[in-house]
């Protein structure tokens, strides 16, 4: 079991940024990815950024590419999504999830609260 805890949520303005932070805990060396999520009243939660706890590449959505940056430091078992130039649209639950290569994405935290306004 691995424990996830998100943090650094808040109400900022368009065009503002924000840092979240997710540390991680417990069978931390069972975990190969790591990844953010996002759900949006009303929507289902939709993959924002992934990267590899190993380092290596990261992926992100279509919609934050060239604003969001994920990175990760191994040596806090923590991941951090760096948010830049945010929209009203990016409001939403922020979820932290993490993974062994191959399976779905089998660890969550309980999210943190992320509002832009315009």
């Known amino acids: 079991q691995v424990q996830l805890v998100e943090s650094g949520g808040g109400l900022v303005q368009a065009g503002d940024s924000l840092r979240l932070s997710c540390a991680a805990s417990?069978?931390?060396?069972?975990?190969?990815?790591m990844g953010w999520f996002r759900q949006a009243p009303g929507k289902e939660r939709e993959f924002v950024a992934a990267?590899?706890?190993?380092?290596?590449?990261?992926y992100y959505a279509d919609s934050v590419k060239g604003r969001f940056t994920i990175s990760r430091d191994n040596a806090k078992n923590t991941v951090y999504l760096q948010m830049n130039s945010l929209k009203p649209e990016d409001t939403g639950v922020y979820y932290c999830?993490?993974?062994?290569?191959?399976?779905?994405?089998?660890?969550w935290g309980q999210g943190t609260q992320v509002t832009v306004s315009s």
């Open positions: 999830a993490a993974r062994p290569t191959g399976y779905a994405w089998r660890d």
């Open positions: 417990g069978r931390t060396f069972s975990i190969d990815d």
């Open positions: 990267i590899a706890w190993s380092g290596g590449n990261a």
